[in-house]
């Protein structure tokens, strides 16, 4: 019974020295793989970037030049037009340009499918 205490004292004491640190070595391969990680992630990021679009949208040419041909840029100066476009949560040149060109357009179309419809 002794000799099995000995032996289970000399294992606890020496067992430090005798199991291999795999503490050191584990964490060296989860940085070395974060970095392949963050590497991959950041190359796609910069694909995605590269594909997407801008945020900032240039109004639409057909819609601009009908504000332009027609002088609806007057009915937005007063900003009325705007405030309200922009509570409803159109917010920049482009949703300006389309409403002012619809509200140019849209009775015509209108008077058109009423006649179509009745005819």
Known sequence: MRGARVFSAIVVVAWPY???DELTSRMRQISSER???RARERAKL???KKQQASLR???KKFFK???????LA???EDG???RMLRQAGYRGQNPVFVFLSLRLFMPLVMFAIAALYIS
């Open 18 to 20: 005798l199991a291999r």
């Open 35 to 37: 970095e392949r990680i």
């Open 46 to 48: 910069e694909t995605k």
């Open 57 to 59: 949208v240039e109004p």
């Open 65 to 71: 030049d009908i504000v332009d041909r027609f002088n």
């Open 74 to 76: 007057r009915q937005a």
């Open 80 to 82: 009325h037009t705007v």
